[in-house]
């Protein structure tokens, strides 16, 4: 009898997920992101070796202009602009998902426990997640950075840890509904214990809000690393990151005009955030939210 | 709390401060003497109390860095990042509030699609990247307006504002998304209630039901979201200000960071958390004041 309640359950489940899938193939706005994302997860992995020339060489003629041998110009140092934007994806998407997924699964422990225990585990934890919140992440993450000195594990840790509360309010919205419902007293009177409850029994159903969350967080993410980068505080040189390959050159704007320095490299992060945020306003569409 | 949060942060700051300060070369006596004048070598309890304790008389220390009150310093760059702040405010609140509802009363057609899909994207790429665009279009390729944010010292209001324009247009660019959103939402959600219903049946036009049923329950939860957004429009005023070469208070945070100016840094993180508290405050009261609810619930 239970085994074939088990069945009948699975198959629900994966007709249930084949439904998902094909509602995302079919969303426009999702596949166009996905399909942006792509292309820079293949540059990053690839990047270096398809650019035409070596991303750090300094051998090129400086500030050249827009040609056939250097499609984006070159810049202030006499590097190549089109291949150092090609190769420029690999750090900030080594960085920014990881201190995404750091977040998230902090936030989802917290989220769990607060929404699962309520009382005074929930008010302690709402106030300190009040103050941290009470202040601008660029402000909280350069002060730390100053003071931990700038490593990319620091940056990756600090992004991580101020998402983590965040991602603990919607985590715990999403408890407080679930916690309500029938099988979480019937876990409960079956004598399951606390983690068991909340990981194996509530986890699996707010996982929608959770995916929907990583990818916004994502988003942000990219937006606080390329932020940092820029000041200084984030992925440091010679990489050709983008934001890192702004930095060095938007001084120049004022001097001359030399656009293709910035515009390219801007133009490449423009398509990224974008990119992750259609493929989580395609993500949100789908399960609902 | 934000005090013990900011405190704890700066005595993360590695090492020695007299040594941070004296640099490499200065003898270890004088180093020692530096630490006790500055008080640094007292137990870190006795530091926060004295520290809150002149905080309360307005008194932030001296900035390590350039021999002066923190103060004298703040005050100024504070008074640049509001004006600049004050601008950009201007702009995007009526701005994504016309959006927004104008996107609600047109929920699904093509208007509605582009100001939510734009306000969207927008919202997502990085200030200093749209304020670069921004640079681009309207002060390179059109020459419009200048590139700096500070204008000549002697400059009148309009001159001023002329300046400030690009950077708060950057910043109008991230805000935009978020209050749209909200206005969006909470106007769609009065537009179904039942309350808006019976307005229509009892033979109200279009224009009164949207002006007086409508907007007053849908700007509710957008003026939350703008308050929430005080917080980010700071952060957003560290990049800004230093892609602008702004004197303000995002500036004095950076170089003071750079500079392990750690009095300064400390007070002007206080100053900013201060600013956003106050920023959600008045804004639960204004929230208050309109919400015939909230107002009447507290005098029963």
Known sequence: MSTVATTVQLSETRIARRETRQQLLRSKTFMAGAIIIAFWVLCAVFGHRIAPHDPLAQSFPQLEGLSRTYPFGTDQLGRDVFSRVLAGARDILIVAPLATLLGIVGGTIIGLVTGYFRGLTDDVVSRIVDAVLSLPLIVIAVTVLVALGHSTLTVIVVIGLVFAPIVSRTVRAAVLAERQLDYVSASRLQGERAPYVMFVEILPNVMGPIVVEATVRLGYAIFAVAGLTFLGFGVQPPSPDWALQIADNYTLLGAGTYWWTVLFPALAIISLVVAVNLVADGLARVFGR | ?300
């Open chain 2, 1 to 300: 709390m934000l005090s013990v949060l900011v405190f704890a942060a700066s005595q993360l700051l590695p090492g020695n401060i007299g040594r941070n300060v004296l640099g490499p070369f200065a003898s270890t006596n004088d180093v020692n003497a530096l630490n006790h004048q500055l008080g640094v070598d007292r137990p870190i309890l006795v530091q926060y109390v004295d520290w809150i304790g002149k905080l309360v008389h307005g008194n932030l220390g001296m900035s390590l860095e350039y021999k002066v009150p923190v103060v004298s310093l703040l005050g100024p760059s504070l008074i640049n990042s509001l004006k600049l702040a004050a601008v950009a405010f201007v702009l995007v609140v009526p701005l994504s509030i016309v959006g927004g509802v104008f996107a609600a009363l047109r929920r699904g057609r093509l208007p509605d699609r582009v100001i939510t899909l734009s306000g969207l994207s927008l919202t997502a790429v990085p200030e200093f990247i749209s304020a670069l665009v921004l640079i681009l279009i309207f002060g390179l390729l059109l020459n419009w307006l200048p590139v700096t944010a500070a204008a000549p010292a002697d400059a009148d209001l309009v001159t001023q504002i002329r300046y400030l324009l690009l950077p708060s247009l950057a910043l109008v660019m991230v805000l935009f998304g978020y209050i749209a959103r909200m206005a969006r939402a909470g106007t769609i959600e009065a537009l179904d209630a039942d309350y808006t219903r019976t307005a229509y049946l009892k033979g109200l036009d279009t224009t009164t039901v949207i002006r007086r049923h409508v907007l007053r329950n849908s700007l509710l939860p957008t003026i939350a979201v703008i308050a929430t957004q005080m917080g980010y429009l700071i952060g957003g005023l560290v990049v800004i200000e230093k892609l602008f070469n702004y004197n303000g208070i995002g500036q004095r945070i950076y170089t003071a960071a750079l500079n392990k100016d750690f009095t300064m840094l400390q007070s002007g993180v206080l100053v900013v958390g201060i600013v956003y508290l106050s920023a959600t405050l008045i804004a639960d009261i204004l929230y208050s004041l309109l919400n015939p609810r909230i107002r009447y619930a507290g005098v029963e």
